[in-house]
């Protein structure tokens, strides 16, 4: 089965994708549990003098949605692995429908990339504004930043995929037929009919 080298580097895009999904969605699945299975997004700490204390946690489901998509979209990635490694190129109808699908899948990861980013910087404005934290850095909030970097560099990455298949479907754009009134039209006939005359 031959390949060309833009369906390669499709499949590269896939797998990186893929990577981000599965570490964005670990890495905030581990902050979890850390934390007893709460959400630390939009959340709030204190310092007890010994140690980190959140003080109240947004509501678990909000976690839950960013690892859906994360890994929703990494799941999607290896299928389109596995679909790549038993059949040919797809055809421009099959380009379409996954461009569609990879644009709305794109809406998605913005959305949880968004909720990442604006939960770590109020998780992040909590612990600055506590001044015995001013010094003090706390190892679990590694795995939030870590999932927040995942997520974006995952939404570039879509971004990248996004446009290769555009090009890949003007590569699969259909040749026009000619019409009468196209030059090409008179061209082609007079070659065949052996230059006939045109009428006027």
């Known amino acids: 089965m031959a390949v060309s080298v833009p369906w390669l580097l499709g499949l590269a895009l896939h797998g990186a994708v893929f990577l981000c999904g599965i570490v964005c969605a670990s890495a905030l699945t581990v902050a979890q549990g850390e934390f007893g299975g709460q959400c630390l997004l939009y959340g709030a700490v204190s310092w007890n003098g010994s140690a980190l204390v959140p003080r109240s946690f947004s509501h678990v489901s909000l976690c839950y949605f960013v690892s859906a998509v994360s890994v929703v979209v990494a799941l999607c ?64 909030l590694g795995k939030p930043l870590q999932a927040r970097a995942s997520a974006w560099v995952n939404v570039f990455l879509w971004c990248l995929l996004l446009a290769w298949l555009l090009i890949q479907q003007r590569r699969e754009a259909p040749i026009p037929l000619l019409r009468h009134q196209d030059p090409e039209w008179s061209a082609e006939t007079e070659a065949i009919l052996g230059g006939q005359p045109r009428r006027s």
Do not use: N, W
């Open 77 to 140: 990635c290896f299928a389109v692995l596995l679909y790549s490694c038993c059949a040919d190129e797809p055809h421009r109808a099959c380009l379409t429908f996954t461009l569609v699908v990879a644009a709305v899948i794109l809406l998605f990861l913005l959305i949880s990339a968004c909720v990442l980013r604006a939960g770590m910087d109020v998780l992040c404005a909590s612990i600055v504004h506590t001044k015995q934290l001013a010094r003090y850095r706390q190892p679990c």
